[in-house]
């Protein structure tokens, strides 16, 4: 049981590329969430879907676009990279949304933008 | 503005004896609150949650104590293992939302000396 697996698991760029994070869970979860964690701070969410289909913003939107066309995959995209954004990012899924629920989250993805 | 704050960046503790690491939060909608283990080079996985309507949970080795009054939570860990040597992410999450709105802390690195 894979659980939530992130690919890639290291990436440098040059500002200005663009590139795109991938997420897959193999636990049927309805819900998924992307997470940033830089140096003195914790995680903070940066966008979420509540299913299939759907995408909301989370606490630290701004430079990164999602997209979650099947429901195990949850896509996030960096359209023109700034060294802002070097920074481990992290999957999440959970099978619901209320408070306290566990959520299972994947290795995590060193990106450095140059 | 740190709704949920972890003072000790680090803590060390002999092997075998208690350790407690601390949290402390400002939001008063708080309800929820979970605390999370990270090993270096993984995600975050689940260790224990408590909910405000209890001052305390206890799940073999850890324990969780909730002082609503002095918006103060503790995590106990007996004994201390080797294995426990980890970083641990206190989290919360007001009434009526799930993590989409948790909130982290900083993170407290604890090491246990054999």
């Known amino acids: 049981n894979a659980g939530v697996t992130q690919t890639p698991k290291f990436r440098v760029l040059k500002t200005g590329q663009s590139m795109t994070l991938l997420c897959a869970q193999d636990m049927n979860h309805e819900y998924m969430y992307w997470y940033r964690q830089d140096p003195g701070m914790g995680l903070r969410l940066i966008h979420y879907s509540v299913g299939e289909g759907t995408t909301a913003k989370g606490e630290v939107p701004d430079g990164y676009n999602v997209s979650r066309l099947k429901k195990q995959n949850f896509l996030l995209g960096l359209e023109s990279a700034a060294p802002s954004q070097t920074s481990v990012y992290f999957c999440?899924?959970?099978?619901?949304?209320?408070?306290?629920?566990?959520?299972?989250f994947g290795q995590g993805t060193r990106l450095t933008v140059v | 503005d740190q709704q949920v704050k972890q003072n000790s960046p680090s803590l060390s503790v002999q092997e075998g004896r208690i350790s407690i690491l601390n949290c402390d939060y400002t939001?008063?909608?708080?309800?929820?609150f979970l605390w999370y283990k990270k090993y270096p080079a993984e995600g975050p996985t689940f260790l224990i949650s408590?909910?405000?309507?209890?001052d305390k949970n206890e799940d073999g080795r850890f324990t969780v104590f909730l002082n609503k009054s002095a918006k103060h939570l503790s995590l106990h860990i007996v004994p201390s293992q080797p294995g426990d040597s980890a970083v641990y992410f206190c989290?919360?999450?007001?009434?009526?939302?799930?993590?989409?709105?948790?909130?982290f802390g900083t993170g407290t690195r604890l090491t246990i000396i054999p």
């Open positions: 939001n008063s909608m708080f309800d929820y």
């Open positions: 989290a919360a999450s007001a009434r009526n939302f799930g993590n989409e709105k948790l909130t």
């Open positions: 408590i909910s405000s309507i209890k």
């Open positions: 999440a899924s959970s099978y619901s949304r209320g408070p306290g629920t566990e959520a299972f």
